[in-house]
Each structure stands twice: as C-alpha cells, then as structure tokens.
C-alpha cells in the first residue's frame, strides 16, 4: 500500500505563489508518474501537470508558464510550484501517483489539499 500526504495549501492573493508537496510513503518499488490534478466546485476534475521518471513534463494550457512541476526520487516527493496565481486557481488540488510493486503498477490518490487565491 502507499500513502500519499499532501501540503502546502492555503490562502493567497491573486499574483501570489504557492509550493505544493507530495510525498509517497509504503511498500512500492518505483515510481512512475506523478501528476497534479485539481477540482474546483461544480467542475469536473482536470490534470494540471505531470512528470515522468524520466523528468519529461507535461502541463495544461491554463497554467503554462505559471507553474512548475518538479520530483525528488530519493525523497518520493512531487512538488508543484505555482506563480503568478489567478482566482481561477481556486481549487483542491490533488497529488496522484503511479507506483510499480512488482510488474503492476497501481494508482494512489492524495486526499487533497485547498488552494484559495483572492482578488
């Protein structure tokens, strides 16, 4: 099993930035991909960023240039720095990760944490 523990939300002004941490703890034997998602109320859930293993990237349009995504193996941890923040960034943002335990691969889902940017 694999527990992922999310922090660094909370409440900022428009054009401030928040860091994002997501650390994976248990039994696993690599990890995959870690991605940031985010859900804002009355919206579906949407990706807002991803890494590879191999550190490729990938993020949505609306946060492009905005945010960075970053990972440290040896921590298990996936951070999301975000700049230049908008009130459309208002949501919960949740941490997901693909872990191998031996040849499957499993999905784990943080438990989210709220980012509220005020005007």
């Not at 921590?75 to 693909?98: G, H, I, P």
């Amino acid at each position: 099993q694999v527990q992922l523990a999310e922090s660094g939300g909370g409440l900022v002004q428009a054009g401030g930035s928040l860091r994002l941490s997501c650390a994976a703890t248990g039994s696993f034997g690599s990890i995959n991909v870690m991605r940031w998602y985010r859900q804002a109320p009355g919206r579906q859930r949407e990706l807002v960023a991803g890494i590879s293993s191999g550190d490729i990237t990938n993020y949505a349009d609306s946060v492009k240039g905005r945010f960075t995504i970053s990972r440290d193996n040896a921590k298990n941890t996936v951070y999301l720095q975000m700049d230049s923040l908008k009130r459309e960034d208002t949501a919960v943002y949740y941490c997901y990760v693909n872990a191998q335990r031996t040849i499957i691969s499993y999905n784990y889902w943080g438990q989210g944490t709220q980012v509220t940017v005020s005007s």
